[in-house]
């Protein structure tokens, strides 16, 4: 296991993980939670009117984050790939 010395104090590779992962969620969580609080009941509502289950929507969320991962990955390279176009474009 590596260590890394900041401030003369040693961090192992785990403790610093544990942190970034817990300064990105304590950051995030109210974003997330209001989220969750606006869209929760637009969810099961179109669910009822659809037929499905409420059981079924773990699976839908799921599908849905998979599905806006993709889709962020997709624009991520189409921004890059216009950006080198563009700049080779410009010179």
């Known amino acids: ?32 939670g209001s989220c969750n609080d606006l869209l929760a009941n637009l969810q099961l509502s179109i669910l009822d009117k659809l037929g499905w289950e409420p059981k079924e929507r773990e699976g839908i969320r799921f599908f849905t984050s998979i599905s806006l991962t993709v889709l962020s990955g997709i624009q991520l390279l189409i921004c890059t790939i216009l950006t080198f176009y ?6």
């Open 1 to 32: 296991m590596e260590s890394y010395c900041i401030n003369e104090f040693k961090y192992a590779d785990e403790t610093i993980k544990d942190g970034v992962c817990h300064g990105l969620k304590y950051r995030t969580i109210a974003m997330v």
């Open 86 to 91: 563009s700049a080779i474009e410009t010179k």
